[in-house]
Structures are given as structure tokens and as C-alpha cells.
């Protein structure tokens, strides 16, 4: 018999990460919304410099993005030194290069200052073309990172035992890490130096005059800051300029079991477009590694072939790794892909000047989060970083600008399903455990029915900026495919920029 594929991903072993309460109006330095890498990185930074630190965050702790990752911490960014080069130019690819460097250097000498039990490691990372692909990219990538300061060097393939790559660029000095549990240690030194960490706090809005800022939370507690960091994947307070600099993309996972060390541990990345990444994790226990495979992206909303999609991944995995056995694993996760490549840190443009924000991963979170730590505390302190303005979230490159228009036309067009009709299915034939957007007179529903039978109706309209939601069957959530928001099965919003649930709605009458 085959064994169950768990549909979460593979990092739930961690251990009592500590989380508090505040009272209303309680008053603060800082206050961090967002427990994910950026947030706890920034907390855990601000709170070593003596300063009064408060993180907020409506779910766990490493609940939201941060769970999903593969955790890859690279200084190859994945849209490649050339495509950075030639947006940044050659002195912004070589601080994107430095940043990303002195952010894995950061968590490894967290790991040893803190003591944290995360299995980090220093390996190697390798890039490779897709068949056919002329070596000409990976020369030109070569050229691209040595001139950003990295010690790239062209090999004749990766070292896999049973599939010749060809040609192929090393990164030596990357790494890998269990995400939590670097979390869980990062969560214990903030709390141990005074800090406090609330979970199950939902922020409903920040309000600031400049000087102080008031956070107010839909329980109707609020607390009051000199500063305020919104680290939650993508700012849930702002309702457009960030969001037409950046798009949600859904990125699929599996984890095949391999016999331990019938694949050397390194990071292993393609040119393809979507491209592949791959790692290994240890198994506690037993003599197998799981094999992690992602790809396969595509924009939040936009499309309705999820299973095919974990498909594809599985069959090219086993094509290059044909010692992999069961699946074991299949999850996704939401990354914020921007313009330009590079994440949005800093000040939130046309926001009192103690706002900010750490968005736009762009498949880089766990190195772009903990730039984010480092960087927020030095403008916070009010020091000067030579990485201000690369991240700077005001800014536009020019190389950027066909980008822009492209990702916003996409999302333009998605305000069509207005006047689509809706599903023609009878809601008594909408099969158990699915969802349907449905047309009410001149409303627009979305409709869930629960493996018991019974009805769950909410607006199709997302309450971020009024596009119609669509279902996704795989994942049992409504996703919109305008900004990236998404919610559950009955209407719960689980990640940004919508910070509302959609709203419950009578149910149409039921017809056969």
C-alpha cells in the first residue's frame, strides 16, 4: 500500500515557541507586526540595540510564509546577476550580492551566538540549463556574479551520480537550515532579552502623526509606538502603491524519499522558466532523506491545474534523481515576485515617516527577510546602509518599467469576472468538500459546500480592492488573482494584501 502524501510542509517539528500577552495601549519602541523570518529577524535585531520590542502576529509564530519555504539561503539571486545587472547596474548587483552574502553569514553566527538547534549548514549550490538551452546563459551568469563579487566558477556538471547536468555555475558557501527552528531560537533570545511576542493578534489598522503610532487590533486593544515594522508578506495596510510593484505567485513543493546520501547535499537550481530548485533534509530517523523539488509558479488565481502541476514535478525529479521513492510531502507557498527583483524594504512610500515595510521576496525569503532585520534596525537607529536604497520601497528602475506594465495589465484584466456569469452547475450537483463562484441577481458568491453537505456562502468580492475571487480545489481556498490575497474554504483571509475575511452572504436558494 502507497503511503499518504501529507499536503503540509515538511518543517512541524519544533518545540514551545514562547508567546505572551499585552495589555491595551500599552506602549512600546517598536512594534513588529509579522512573526516570519523578516519580522522576528528585524524584532530580534532592534531588541540586542536596548530597545522596548513588541511582535504582533494573528497566527503562530512562522505561520504564514516562512512554513512554506524550502530554505534556501543563496547569494544567487534566482532572477540571475545578469537580469539584476542590467536593472541595478553593476554597483546595485554587487550590493544585492553583498546583502545576500552577509545574510547568510548573519544566520549562521546567530545559530552559534544563540545557540539554536536548526541544522544549519554550509554546502555548495549549483546551477544548470534545461536540455537544449545554449551554455551562452550560464556563461553570461558567470561573468555577471563574478563582477557582483562572487566566486562563481563554470564546471562540466553538477556532481549527481545519475544525471549529467552538462555544464554548470558553483556557488560555493550557501547554505540550508530548518526554518522554525531557527525561528523558535530567534523567538526564545527576543523574549529572554524583554521583548514580547503575541500571536493570535489580528491588526486591523496603524494609524501615525509622524512621531507615534497607534496599532489597533480587531479585538479593540491597541498599542502605541515611536515606530512601526509591517513584515507580513505583503503590507496589509497599504492598498495600491506596493502592490503594483509586486504580484502574488503560487510555487509548488514535493519531497521525495531518497536513500540517505544517494544524493550529495547541495542546492541545485535550472534556467528554466519557471525555474526548479532543489535541496535535501534529513530524516531523524531511518536511513532515507527527504528530496525537496519546488517549481512549476504561477500567478495567485490564474490557474486551475494544481495536481497536474505536483505531477510534472515528480516526474521531472525522477528523471534526474531516479534513486527517489514515495512522495511523501506536497505543499505550496505564496511568494512575492516584484518588478525588479529585489525585495522592498524600508520606508512605506506615501506613509508617515515611521512606517515600514519588508516585502517582495521574490523567491529569495530567507536571505531578503533577514536583509531585512539588519537593514530595518540601521534606519530605525537612524545609521546610515549602503543597501538603503537598492531596497528602498519608493523607488522605480527604468529597466523595470515593461515589467511593471505587463504585471499590471495582468492585473487589470483579472476585473473581467465581473461580467462572466458564474458557475452553471445547480449548487445541490456541487460535489462535497468544493467551491463555486456563483452569480446572485447582480452579486457575485462564492459558495463552499463541506464534506457534511451543508453550505458556506460569502462575497465573491475581495475586500482588498474588489476583485472576484476564484477557487482552488487543491488547496481548498479562494485565491485572487488581482493582488495575491487568499482565504479559506469558508471565507477566512490567510494571507495579504486583503486584511478582512470576505464578507458571509445569505445563500441563494438551492435548485435542483
Known sequence: ???????????????????????????????????????????????????????????PVGGGQTHNTTAHLSNEIDDRYTEIQRIHGKDGARLAAHSHTSAIDFIEK????????????????????????????????????????????????????????????????????????????LARAITQAGGAIVTRAHVDKVESDGKTALVMLADGRTARARDVVMATNTPVIDRVTIHTKQAGY??????????????PRA??????????????????????????????????GQAWDQEARFRRLEEWARARFPTARE????????????????????????????????????????????????????????????????????????????????????????????????EPVPLTELPLNCGA????????LAVYRDEKGGYHTCSAVCPHLQAIVTWNDKEKTWDCPAHGSRFSATGKVINGPANKDLEKAESPVVTT
Open 267 to 300: 542546492l541545485y537550481w535550472d534556467t528554466e522558466d519557471p525555474y526548479h530548485y532543489v535541496r535535501l533534509a534529513g530524516l531523524e530517523q531511518g536511513d532515507e532523506d527527504l528530496l525537496i523539488v519546488g517549481g512549476e509558479d504561477h500567478k495567485v
Open 1 to 59: 500500500m502507497a503511503n499518504e502524501v501529507n499536503h503540509q510542509p515538511v518543517w512541524d517539528s519544533v518545540h514551545g515557541i514562547p508567546t505572551g500577552s499585552f495589555r491595551s495601549d500599552t506602549a512600546t519602541d517598536v512594534c513588529v507586526v509579522g512573526a516570519g523570518i523578516s519580522g522576528l529577524s528585524a524584532a530580534y535585531n532592534l531588541i540586542k540595540e536596548g530597545l522596548r520590542v513588541l511582535v504582533l502576529d494573528d497566527g
Open 110 to 185: 546567530t545559530v552559534a551566538r544563540e545557540k539554536i538547534d536548526c541544522g544549519f549548514t554550509r554546502l555548495d549550490g549549483y546551477l544548470f540549463n534545461p536540455p537544449g538551452r545554449s551554455t551562452d546563459v550560464l556563461t553570461e551568469e558567470e561573468k555577471a556574479a563574478r563582477e557582483a563579487g562572487l566566486q562563481a566558477e563554470m564546471l562540466p556538471r553538477a556532481p549527481l551520480p545519475h544525471f549529467d547536468t552538462g555544464p554548470c555555475l558553483r556557488f560555493p558557501n550557501q547554505g540550508m537550515f530548518h526554518p522554525l527552528r531557527y525561528l523558535e531560537g
Open 437 to 444: 463562484v456563483v452569480r446572485d441577481g447582480v452579486t457575485k
Open 327 to 422: 512522495r511523501r510531502y506536497e505543499w505550496s507557498g505564496e511568494v512575492m515576485e516584484t518588478v525588479d527583483g529585489l525585495g522592498f524594504i524600508g520606508r512605506n512610500p506615501g506613509d508617515a515617516a515611521n512606517i515600514y515595510i519588508a516585502t517582495g521576496d521574490s523567491g529569495m525569503g530567507m536571505t531578503h527577510g533577514t536583509i531585512a532585520g539588519i537593514l530595518l534596525c540601521d534606519l530605525i537607529q537612524g545609521r546610515l546602509n549602503a543597501w538603503a536604497d537598492l531596497y528602498d520601497p519608493a523607488r522605480m528602475r527604468g529597466g523595470a518599467v515593461g515589467e511593471y506594465i505587463k504585471e499590471n495589465l495582468n492585473t487589470a484584466l483579472q476585473y473581467s469576472a465581473w461580467m462572466s456569469p458564474g
Open 250 to 263: 503560487l510555487t509548488y513543493v514535493i519531497a521525495l524519499a531518497v536513500p540517505r546520501d544517494a544524493v
